[in-house]
Structure formats: C-alpha cells, structure tokens
C-alpha cells in the first residue's frame, strides 16, 4: 500500500452503504475523512425542495462536498490518505442530461441548464480523486439499505426512481477514469455484516493502490 498522498472519493446510490463502509474503513487504516453533515444538520431547504426548489438544495449541498474535496486535496498534497464520500460534483456533467435523472433535477427546471453549466466547469477546475470506490448493489440489497438509513429525502424523491442512476454512475467512472487516469474499484455492497464488506473493500482498494 502507498506512503504517499492520496485522495479516494466514493460514489454510488444514494443509501448504499458508502458513507457507513468508508468511515469503517478510513478507522481502519487510520486515513482522515471528509463527510457532509447528516440529515439532521441539514436546512429545511435541502429537506424539503418544495420551499426554495430543487436549484437550492442542490447548490446547498454542492458547497459541503466541495469544501470536503478541497479540504481532501489539501491533506494529499501533505502526504496523507484523504477520503470522502461523495464525488458527484465531479462526474455530474457525464450524467446530468441523462435518461431518468429527473428525479435529481428535471429539465424544466429554470436552472437546469444552469446547473449543466457549473457540472462542467466542476468537471474541469474540482481536485481529481486517485481512486475512485463505485459502489452497486442490487435492487434488493439497495431497497434494503434505503430502508435501514430511514431518510425523509430518500422516501420522497430517490427510492425507487434513482436506480437507473447506478448505471449512469458506472459509465461516468469509466469516462472519468479514461480522462483523468483515475484507478477505479468497483465494489458490490450486499446487505448484511458491515464487518464483513469492510474485509472485503479493504483488500480490493489494498489492491488498487
């Protein structure tokens, strides 16, 4: 495993299961970890997009996951292993415009194209992650980890209209990884032992690096 600075960024689903897999396996390796707030912390806006649109809550989340990729970069440049669990910012121009992303944001939004516009300036000026971890699952195993995090959000916007996304996911890592030479793992969480996966993602990133 490398001494040097690193930054490992997760994708996949919402609900399933990176945020729990990755801060078991940064304790485990002693790596530091930058991580949005829980739902808890979040503003009424961000719940409810009904109150300031979806353009809003978008952006309020934007700014948490690229200060933390920032804060990231910086800890790589010092010489340390950095994760975070989100690396949506920048991949969201491979899939924005994609089929079944309505549930994210639909075209008829005042500020889609807006959004498309700052997905692409993300694309080019946010740090590159070194290794990026996708996480899939299978419906079944997604539908059951959306169920254990018992999020409001999840309830009333993503589950079941973002599976599609998983796909959509999969083929911008793969651009993401031809373009900028990020190292992919491509880990399939199954519902169960968190011990367990974490054994299992710790020898497939171990083998990545």
């Given at each position: 495993?490398t001494s040097s600075g690193l930054l490992i960024a997760?994708?996949?689903?919402?609900?399933?299961?990176?945020?729990?897999?990755?801060?078991?396996?940064?304790?485990?390796?002693?790596?530091?970890?930058?991580?949005?707030?829980?739902?808890?912390?979040?503003?009424?806006?961000?719940?409810?997009?009904?109150?300031?649109?979806?353009?809003?809550?978008?952006?309020?989340?934007?700014?948490?996951?690229?200060?933390?990729?920032?804060?990231?970069?910086?800890?790589?440049?010092?010489?340390?292993?950095?994760?975070?669990?989100?690396?949506?910012?920048?991949?969201?121009?491979?899939?924005?415009?994609?089929?079944?992303?309505?549930?994210?944001?639909?075209?008829?939004?005042?500020?889609?194209?807006?959004?498309?516009?700052?997905?692409?300036?993300?694309?080019?000026?946010?740090?590159?992650?070194?290794?990026?971890?996708?996480?899939t699952a299978t419906f079944e195993d997604w539908e059951?980890?959306?169920?254990?995090?018992?999020?409001?959000?999840d309830v009333e916007r993503v589950f079941p209209r973002?599976?599609?996304?998983?796909?959509?996911?999969?083929?911008?890592?793969?651009?993401?990884?031809?373009?900028?030479?990020?190292?992919?793992?491509?880990?399939?969480?199954?519902?169960?032992?968190?011990?367990?996966?974490?054994?299992?993602?710790?020898?497939?990133?171990?083998?990545?690096?």
């Amino acid at each position: 495993m490398t001494s040097s600075g690193l930054l490992i960024a997760g994708v996949g689903l919402p609900g399933v299961g990176k945020s729990t897999l990755l801060a078991a396996l940064a304790e485990r390796n002693s790596w530091q970890r930058f991580v949005e707030p829980e739902e808890a912390l979040w503003p009424q806006a961000a719940r409810d997009h009904s109150l300031a649109g979806v353009f809003t809550a978008l952006t309020w989340f934007r700014a948490m996951r690229v200060a933390n990729l920032y804060a990231a970069a910086r800890a790589r440049q010092a010489g340390q292993i950095a994760m975070i669990d989100s690396y949506y910012d920048k991949l969201m121009t491979y899939y924005i415009k994609e089929p079944q992303m309505d549930w994210l944001v639909s075209p008829d939004d005042p500020y889609y194209d807006l959004l498309f516009q700052m997905a692409l300036t993300d694309h080019f000026y946010l740090p590159t992650a070194d290794v990026i971890i996708l996480f899939t699952a299978t419906f079944e195993d997604w539908e059951r980890c959306i169920k254990a995090r018992q999020r409001q959000l999840d309830v009333e916007r993503v589950f079941p209209r973002a599976f599609p996304f998983q796909d959509h996911l999969r083929r911008a890592v793969r651009q993401e990884s031809a373009w900028n030479g990020s190292r992919v793992v491509v880990f399939e969480n199954q519902f169960g032992s968190i011990e367990r996966a974490v054994e299992d993602l710790a020898a497939q990133v171990a083998a990545a690096l």
